[in-house]
């Protein structure tokens, strides 16, 4: 069932009665009323240091913590520290989000065909100008239409050609991209994209962050139904909202590539000891929180998935 959402300057009014009481469930830390979304403020400190991402690199205990839900509430600070990235793929995230994370990045980027879905995206949810225009462009230009390039074809805007076929265009998008996000010391890269149709993009993706995120790089792939990005070797932190917990909505720790000999977790419903993930043996999908903080120790890297 296609659900439908209408927006205005305060609030968003979710019409689909049979859907209502799902995302009122799982999305309670962002509603007040059954039927509108009324989108809380996070309070930061000016001279808080962590406020330029959603990830504190270490704690007193040497661990990583992240933050899922400030990543998620739109009133971020302006020029709070990330880039935003669009793929090629329907831009199916709620617009009013959508419209925050974009307001507040420093860097905005269209990969190739993600130029013609912003380009629906703002003919459909956005007046004229209300949105700035992206500072990049990039890809091979195998996607892309004449119609969309006419669009966004001013001088503020730079294009730019990557033909490397042994690459995809969204490592070559990061690729670009690094030098800007080091001189902005931006460590946060928000890319929204939907995990559907071919799989093998959805695994380019995720190999993506395997080629590209660092310790000093953290790069959330934001779809309309989930949150994912890759945990590094070592502890993690991963503050889950009450709500998601409540509603015992769905979470994933799955490696990629390699075995993980060594795994251990808390906060979960079904924790690991010192357990080995891989697969053609076991992987750890379909779990679900008894916390709202979750720790993570593993001697390799996991990519981290969580429903919204």
């Known amino acids: 069932m296609v659900k439908r959402f209408i927006l ?39 001279n808080d240091k962590s406020r330029s991402s959603n990830c504190n690199y270490c704690n007193s205990n040497n661990e990583r913590v992240w933050r899922p839900k400030k990543l998620l ?47 629906e995206f703002l003919q459909k ?9 992206p500072q990049y462009i990039t890809g091979d230009f195998d996607s892309i239409t004449k119609e969309t390039r006419e669009y966004f074809n001013t001088p503020d805007i730079e294009y730019k050609h990557t033909p490397d076929q042994s690459e995809t265009d969204f490592t070559k998008a990061l690729y670009f991209l690094k030098p800007q996000l080091e001189r902005q010391d931006i460590c946060d890269v928000i890319v929204l994209l939907e995990n559907t149709g071919r799989l093998d993009h959805i695994m380019a993706n995720i190999n993506t962050l395997y080629k590209v995120q660092s310790d000093k790089l953290n790069i959330y792939l934001l779809s309309s139904t989930c949150l994912s990005w890759l945990l590094l070797c ?7 909202p009450n709500e998601l917990v409540e509603c015992e909505h769905w979470c994933a720790l799955i490696p990629v590539g ?13 924790n690991l000891s010192k357990s080995a993930l891989e697969f053609g043996f076991m992987v750890s999908t379909s779990n679900t929180y008894v916390s709202e903080e979750v720790s993570v120790e593993t001697d390799t890297c996991l990519v981290w998935s969580m429903g919204l």
């Open 125 to 133: 949810y956005c007046t004229k100008n209300e949105l700035s225009r």
């Open 8 to 46: 205005n300057k305060s609030n968003l009014i979710y019409e689909s009665n049979s859907a209502v009481n799902t995302f009122r469930r799982c999305f309670g830390f962002l509603c007040k009323q059954n039927t509108k979304l009324l989108l809380q403020p996070v309070a930061m400190q000016e």
């Open 258 to 270: 390699s075995k993980a000999n060594t795994v251990t977790t808390t906060g979960l419903k079904w």
């Open 234 to 240: 070592g502890k993690h932190k991963i503050l889950i």
């Open 73 to 119: 509430n739109p009133h971020h600070t302006s020029g709070s520290g990330y880039a935003c990235i669009v793929l090629n793929r329907a831009v199916q995230v709620d617009p009013q989000l959508v419209k925050q994370i974009w307001r507040n990045a420093q860097i905005h980027c269209l990969v190739d065909g993600g130029a013609n879905h912003w380009h």
